[in-house]
């Protein structure tokens, strides 16, 4: 399942994060890389772990904790601390796939990454090319989104970034472990999260179908999450 998560981020705090990222040490972006995406990726990084990441991931944090479709999207347990990164002059990130277990380096705080995420920070109408391809069974997915939107796709897809062909393009990526490990799973909660909250907002929460689904919802959580 793919999400668009709209307005993570209004106007003026993408602009405020950019201020900070911008004032931070970019360096060569296969600093983080796995085997595999090391020879497919050519794009630069905020130097991880320096207090200009921490201070703006924790930004970028702050915003998904307020932000309801998120985490009834990816229901997460723990998400890993989020990068930054800069394509431009022709930079891209060709097909690859993303380790399934990432560790912070230097502590043992470990995920297993069940989605991947992007959450774009500038105006697409400022950079050429630079759109996010995720491929399924079905085909290829084409991502470019404005600026405070941010995607979430599975961890488990091919996927690649067009080369940027003018402008910069510059966003936040992270990845994240989710309570509900199965995708089927986790899409069937996302749907019925998504009714019960139109259907209440119809007839409120109290009515009684709302309250039916509403322990519907809760009672598979208990049979499919972990907390
Ligand atoms: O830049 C992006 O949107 C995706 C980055 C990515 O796929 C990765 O770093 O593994
Ligand atoms: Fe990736």
């Known amino acids: 399942m793919m999400v668009r998560v709209e307005g993570v981020l209004d106007t003026a705090q993408v602009a405020e994060l950019r201020a900070l990222i911008e ?10 890389s ?6 497919a990726k050519r794009n630069r ?3 991880q772990g320096s207090q200009t990441e921490q201070e703006a991931g924790r930004m970028v944090l702050d915003a998904l904790g307020r932000t309801p479709e998120f985490i009834a999207a990816a229901l997460p347990l723990k998400v890993f601390p989020p990068l930054f990164n800069r394509y431009e002059g022709g930079e891209t990130f060709g097909a690859h796939v993303d380790n399934s277990i990432r560790r912070l380096d230097g502590t043992d705080f470990r995920i297993r990454s069940d989605l991947s995420a992007t959450l ?3 105006d697409p109408d400022s950079y050429g090319g630079g759109e996010l391809i995720v491929e399924d069974l079905f085909g290829e997915h084409r991502v470019k989104l404005p600026a405070g939107d941010l995607v979430l796709y599975p961890a488990s897809s091919v996927h690649r970034v067009t080369p940027v ?15 509900v490990r199965d995708p089927g799973e986790r899409e069937q909660l996302y749907r019925l999260d998504r009714t019960v909250r139109l259907l209440s907002s119809e007839r409120g929460p109290s009515d009684g179908a709302v309250l039916e689904l509403t322990n519907l919802y809760h009672n598979l959580m208990r ?3 972990d907390a």
């Open 23 to 32: 004032s931070g040490e970019w360096v060569d972006g296969n600093e983080t």
């Open 34 to 39: 796995g085997h595999q995406s090391r020879t």
């Open 45 to 47: 990084q905020l130097r």
């Open 120 to 122: 774009f920070l500038a």
């Open 165 to 179: 062909t003018s402008g910069a393009r510059i966003g936040s990526f992270f990845w994240l472990q989710s309570m």
């Open 223 to 225: 049979r499919w999450a």
